[in-house]
């Protein structure tokens, strides 16, 4: 597994901040990618996947658990920022204001951020709230691409079948690039880690 993507001493990582409140969030400094998509979809499964760890960014059993904005730090250089899952369907009304506003308060008055990674299931496809979420993302203006997770779960067949449907869907801002991905077998790694480096430190995009 390469432990240099794009100059990124992939050794040096650490959980720099875990934010609860808005007042917690950072909107300045080195540039920042976003993990968004709803509980279950592999948002912290991608996190270790790209840093090379097995247990950095927690994978839980019980989705929507914590609602916190966990910042990653890679080299000094980078934030990835693990947003809070959201579609969990037994998340109190507080709970998802909570959610809401922290999300709200994450994307306005953000310059530093360059990307938003949004998570999509390939086996199970775009869902009502992945629509309030790119509301909110076509709302702010906010760069995305669309990363196909658990893609070692379908067979070349389906898998053509659902990317293809996602590919020509009107919710997704046309052209959006859509990365397949698989935690399990780190199968599109170098291709995400490569998107992640235009965006953020060469800014060729
Ligand atoms: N087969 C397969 N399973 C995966 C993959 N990525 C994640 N999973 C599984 O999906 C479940 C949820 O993964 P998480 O990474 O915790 O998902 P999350 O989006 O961080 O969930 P929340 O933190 O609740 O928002 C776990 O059981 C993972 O092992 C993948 O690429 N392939
Ligand atoms: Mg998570």
């Known amino acids: 597994m390469e432990m240099n993507q794009g100059g990124?001493?992939?050794?040096?990582?650490?959980?720099?901040?875990?934010?609860?409140?808005?007042?917690?969030?950072?909107k300045y400094g080195?540039?920042?990618?976003?993990?968004?998509?709803r509980s279950?979809?592999?948002?912290?499964?991608?996190v270790n996947s790209l840093l090379g760890r097995k247990k950095l960014a927690r994978v839980s059993g019980e989705p929507g658990k914590t609602i916190t904005v966990n910042y990653y730090e890679v080299d000094k250089k980078l934030f990835l920022v693990d947003l809070p899952g959201y579609g969990y369907a037994r998340r109190s009304k507080e709970?998802?204001?909570?959610?809401?506003?922290?999300?709200?308060?994450?994307?306005?008055?953000?310059s530093v951020l360059r990307l938003v990674l949004q998570l999509v299931d390939i086996k199970v496809g775009l869902t009502d709230t992945d629509?309030?979420?790119?509301?909110?993302l076509h709302y702010y203006n906010v760069p995305y691409i669309v990363v196909a997770t658990k893609c070692d779960k379908l067979n070349k067949t389906d898998l053509t079948t659902n990317v293809r449907r996602l590919l020509k869907d009107p919710a997704l801002r046309p052209g959006t690039d859509i990365i397949l991905y698989s935690a399990v077998k780190n199968i599109g790694r170098d291709d995400l880690?490569?998107?992640?480096?235009?965006y953020t430190i060469t800014g060729d995009n």
């Open 8 to 26: 990124l001493n992939l050794h040096n990582v650490s959980l720099a901040i875990t934010a609860g409140l808005p007042t917690q969030l950072i």
């Open 30 to 37: 080195v540039p920042q990618v976003a993990f968004s998509g």
């Open 40 to 46: 279950n979809v592999g948002k912290s499964s991608l």
């Open 95 to 110: 709970d998802t204001k909570k959610w809401s506003g922290l999300t709200q308060s994450y994307f306005g008055m953000n």
């Open 131 to 136: 629509l309030v979420m790119l509301d909110y």
């Open 193 to 198: 880690w490569s998107k992640i480096i235009q």
